[in-house]
């Protein structure tokens, strides 16, 4: 139990704690980490995690409960009951890993950040750039999005989800095939959950939650521990141009880009990911 609701969280090896926090957006589970993971068990212990109203942990009632906030209260709990570990956060778990990292540094042994973003602004940026890609490499499937748009439909109805998705392996993968190695399972995903945090035209506007999100990038010259920021050459989403601003902010953060990878370079270059994570803790 975590301020009252109950996680789901599971755990294998010993040692360190590395506590890994989802992404795609704020609706995805701890299962997008399977197997990549699993050889750090080794020596540390690998704590994954699904956030209040995702994957296996419970549902509210009412998912508008489900706030920023409200996940990264969750996160500082849990790691008082795990102690100071490393935190993983890919995607928007990187916005909760910066929260707690500077609200509660003590808790916090190093913080990577995994093709994460800094502010709501970068999350819009990351939308307008899929779109540019995708009228760029897709027009035939533009069009289509545009046409059921001019029909009155938002970017998080059926139809148009269908048409990202089917675009998204050229946006998020390096090799478009990589795609089919991104464990799912049923009820990974709270698709009911994404448009009411991230407001239903999100493809196009961002809404709900998300602009309430704090812009991190004044604070981040603040952080007292360690920082590492991992960016795929061939994510069309949270490009490397936006993940070298990291750096701007964090001038000491280490800073790695992963050649063969796209938004997802724990499933693309797993061995590079570990390795460099190694290293990364072993020079903390």
């Given at each position: 139990?975590?301020?009252?609701?109950?996680?789901?969280?599971?755990?294998?090896?010993?040692?360190?704690?590395?506590?890994?926090?989802?992404?795609?957006?704020?609706?995805?589970?701890?299962?997008?980490?399977?197997?990549?993971?699993?050889?750090?068990?080794?020596?540390?212990?690998?704590?994954?995690?699904?956030?209040?109203?995702?994957?296996?942990?419970?549902?509210?009632?009412?998912?508008?409960?489900?706030?920023?906030?409200?996940?990264?209260?969750?996160?500082?709990?849990?790691?008082?009951?795990?102690?100071?570990?490393?935190?993983?956060?890919f995607?928007?778990?990187?916005?909760i890993?910066?929260?707690?990292?500077?609200?509660?540094?003590g808790?916090?042994?190093?913080?990577?950040?995994?093709?994460?973003?800094?502010?709501?602004?970068m999350?819009?940026?990351?939308?307008?750039?899929?779109?540019?890609?995708?009228?760029?490499?897709?027009?035939?499937?533009?069009?289509?999005?545009?046409a059921?748009?001019?029909?009155?439909?938002?970017?998080?109805?059926?139809?148009?989800?269908?048409?990202?998705?089917?675009?998204?392996?050229?946006?998020?993968?390096?090799?478009?095939?990589?795609a089919?190695?991104?464990?799912?399972e049923?009820?990974?995903?709270?698709d009911?959950?994404?448009?009411?945090?991230?407001?239903?035209?999100?493809?196009?506007?961002?809404?709900?939650?998300?602009p309430?999100?704090?812009?991190?990038?004044?604070?981040?010259?603040?952080?007292?521990?360690?920082?590492?920021?991992?960016?795929?050459?061939?994510?069309?989403?949270?490009?490397?141009?936006?993940?070298?601003?990291?750096?701007?902010?964090?001038?000491?953060?280490?800073?790695?880009?992963?050649?063969?990878?796209?938004?997802f370079?724990?499933?693309e270059?797993?061995?590079?990911?570990?390795?460099?994570?190694?290293?990364?803790?072993?020079?903390?």
């Amino acid at each position: 139990m975590v301020r009252g609701h109950r996680l789901w969280v599971e755990q294998e090896g010993a040692g360190h704690p590395v506590v890994l926090l989802a992404g795609l957006g704020p609706a995805g589970s701890h299962v997008v980490f399977h197997p990549h993971f699993d050889p750090l068990a080794g020596d540390h212990r690998v704590i994954y995690v699904d956030l209040h109203g995702r994957g296996r942990s419970d549902r509210p009632a009412d998912l508008r409960e489900i706030t920023f906030a409200g996940d990264v209260a969750d996160v500082v709990a849990l790691l008082a009951e795990v102690g100071p570990a490393h935190l993983y956060g890919f995607s928007y778990g990187g916005l909760i890993a910066q929260a707690v990292a500077l609200e509660r540094p003590g808790l916090v042994t190093t913080l990577t950040l995994a093709n994460s973003l800094h502010s709501p602004e970068m999350w819009q940026l990351n939308h307008v750039n899929i779109n540019r890609e995708l009228g760029a490499q897709f027009p035939e499937t533009w069009e289509r999005i545009q046409a059921l748009r001019r029909s009155g439909l938002r970017s998080t109805d059926a139809p148009l989800r269908a048409e990202f998705a089917a675009a998204a392996p050229l946006v998020r993968f390096y090799n478009p095939g990589n795609a089919a190695l991104l464990a799912t399972e049923p009820g990974a995903r709270n698709d009911e959950l994404y448009p009411l945090f991230c407001g239903d035209d999100v493809d196009f506007v961002i809404g709900g939650q998300v602009p309430l999100i704090p812009d991190f990038r004044p604070r981040l010259k603040e952080l007292a521990v360690p920082l590492m920021v991992l960016a795929g050459r061939y994510d069309r989403a949270l490009y490397p141009a936006l993940q070298r601003e990291f750096q701007t902010y964090a001038p000491r953060a280490r800073f790695h880009v992963l050649e063969r990878s796209g938004s997802f370079g724990h499933v693309e270059e797993p061995g590079t990911v570990l390795e460099l994570l190694r290293d990364f803790w072993h020079a903390s």
